[in-house]
C-alpha cells in the first residue's frame, strides 16, 4: 500500500504543479512494462536524466522517489511531512519536493511534486524504490497484461469489456466488494500489493475460522508488520455493475477460493492486489481505470 502523505500549502511550490501540455492532455501515451516479484515496472526520466524503474502503484497518492535518486538527479526537499502506512514504525517522516520533468515514454509532467523517502527504512529485505499513479496526476490508464503495455490519458476510447466495476476517487481509486458474501466494504485498487489484504478490524469481524492463522513475514511502507497471518479459507467477491472498472477477460473478477487473505494491523480496510486481470493461471488480459467517468 502506498504512502498518505499529509496535505502540503498550495503556496510551498514555486511553479504550478502538474504542469502537462494540452496536447499530452489529448494524446494517448502508451509504453511497455514488465512484470517483476507481481508488480508492474515501467521506465521514467527524472529531470532528464538516465531512463529508471518506477513501479506503477495506484495506492499511493504521490509519486515517491528513492533518496538516491533524489540526490542523483539534485531534487531538493522542501518542507517534511508525516506518513502512514503499513508495518511497526506506523507514522514515519518524509521529505517533499518537486522535481522539474518527469517523463514517460511520451508524457512529460513539469513541476511534479513528489515524496522522498528521507529518511530510509532500515532493516528491510530490499531498498526502497521508485513509484508514481497516473491516478495522481488525474489520468486515467489501461493496463494490457497480455501484450504488457500501459496506456495513460485523460480520456480512454470506450472498449468492450466482459465486466465492469463502478468505482470511487477519494484521493485512492476503490470498489465495493463482499468477504464471505456477508461483509461489504471498499477495497483500495492498489497495483503496488503483492496480496489481497484486510484490516485487521475487518478480520475481528468475521466468523470464527476453523483453520489456523498462518503468520507472515509482511512488508509496507512502514516498515515490518509483525502481526500480520493469512486467513486461508476468506473470500473476496467483486461487485457488478454496468458502469466501473474495465476488466476484459473471460471471467469475472471473483475470487472464490483465492490462495487467502491476509490480514494486516492497520485499522483502515484496503486491499492491494484486487485488480481484475489476473486469475492466477496466466490469463491476463486488460485492466481500465477511468478517472472522468468514475470507471
Known sequence: MGARPGRVPRFVWRQQPVDIDADDLTTLHTLPFRLQDDKIIVQARVNGGRPQ??????????????????????????????????????????????????????????????????????????????????????????????????????????????????????????????????????????TGGEVISISSEMASSLPASPFRRIPLRVWGTSGWDREAFLMPDRTWTSTRSSTGTSAGRAEPPRAEHPPGLSARGHRRPQVPRAVPGDDGYGAQRAVARTMTSGQ
Open 53 to 190: 524503474d518506477f513501479i506503477l502503484d495506484t495506492g499511493s497518492e504521490e509519486t515517491v522517489l528513492s533518496r538516491q535518486t533524489a540526490e542523483r538527479q539534485r531534487v531538493r526537499a522542501v518542507t517534511y511531512t508525516l506518513s502512514a502506512g503499513v508495518g511497526e514504525v506506523g507514522l514515519r517522516g518524509l521529505q517533499l519536493a518537486q522535481v522539474k520533468s518527469l517523463d514517460f515514454g511520451t508524457l512529460e509532467v513539469r513541476n511534479l511534486p513528489v515524496l522522498i523517502k528521507n529518511p530510509a527504512l532500515r532493516g528491510i529485505p530490499k531498498r526502497e524504490g521508485e513509484s508514481f499513479s497516473p491516478l495522481s496526476i488525474g489520468m486515467s490508464m489501461r493496463i494490457d497484461y497480455k501484450n504488457r503495455l500501459l496506456t495513460i490519458g485523460r480520456h480512454l476510447p470506450e472498449v468492450e469489456a466482459d465486466v465492469t466495476l463502478p468505482m470511487r476517487i477519494n484521493r485512492l481509486a476503490m470498489v465495493r466488494g463482499l468477504l464471505n458474501q456477508t461483509h461489504p466494504a471498499y477495497f483500495v485498487v492498489d
